[in-house]
Structure formats: C-alpha cells, structure tokens
Nanobody, 117 residues
Framework: QVQLVESGGGLAQPGGSLRLTCAAS????????MGWYRQTPGNERELVAT???????EYAELVKGRFIISRDNAENAVSLQMDNLKPEDTAVYYC???????????WGQGTQVTVSS
C-alpha cells in the first residue's frame, strides 16, 4: 500500500520560511514525478512545483524564486523549501507522486500552511 506523509506545515509570518517534507512508503519512486500542489477553499488544486526523475524542476510563476523543490531518492522523500512567504501562499499543500501520464497517481493527506502576522 502506497502512503505519502507530509510534514512541516504550520504558521509563518510574511517573509518567513517553512520546509515541507513528504515521505513515501510502499513505493520506490526513483522513476516517478514528484510534486507539490496547493488548494484553498472554493478553488481547484493548483500546481506549485514538480521534479522529475532526472531532477528537472518546474515551478508555478507565483512561487518562482521563492520556493525550491528537491528530492532524495535514497530516502524516498521530496521536500519543498518555501522562503519569503506571502499571505497568498496560505493553503493546504499536497504531495503528489505519479507516472508521466498519471497511470499511477498518488496523493498525500495534505498539510496546512498559514502565512499571517
């Protein structure tokens, strides 16, 4: 059974930092695309960042230059370093592991990130 467990969410002040980590079990994800998505109430889930098996990354325009996604294949984990946080970054963040055409597609349970003074 595949499980993705996120950690590291919480409350941060504007301009602050948080680091999210997603640990996977039940799957060896070396060849999978890893990603982070976020969702706010009443809105669709949106892409934040992805990293593929070769380390190529993709970022949403709103987070470029502030967030960095990385993966540790040995630890079966993916992380999202979030710096210079803004109130509009407040959302539930979800970890995603998938094959390129989403034939296999797994989601974590989500972790709340709140940016507020």
């Amino acid at each position: 059974q595949v499980q993705l467990v996120e950690s590291g969410g919480g409350l941060a002040q504007p301009g602050g930092s948080l680091r999210l980590t997603c640990a996977a079990s039940g799957i060896w994800f070396r060849r999978y695309i890893m990603g982070w998505y976020r969702q706010t109430p009443g809105n669709e889930r949106e892409l934040v960042a992805t990293i593929n098996s070769t380390g190529t990354t993709e970022y949403a325009e709103l987070v470029k230059g502030r967030f960095i996604i990385s993966r540790d294949n040995a630890e079966n984990a993916v992380s999202l370093q979030m710096d210079n946080l803004k109130p509009e970054d407040t959302a539930v963040y979800y970890c995603n592991v998938r094959t390129p055409k989403r034939i296999l597609d797994y989601w974590g349970q989500g972790t709340q990130v709140t940016v507020s003074s």
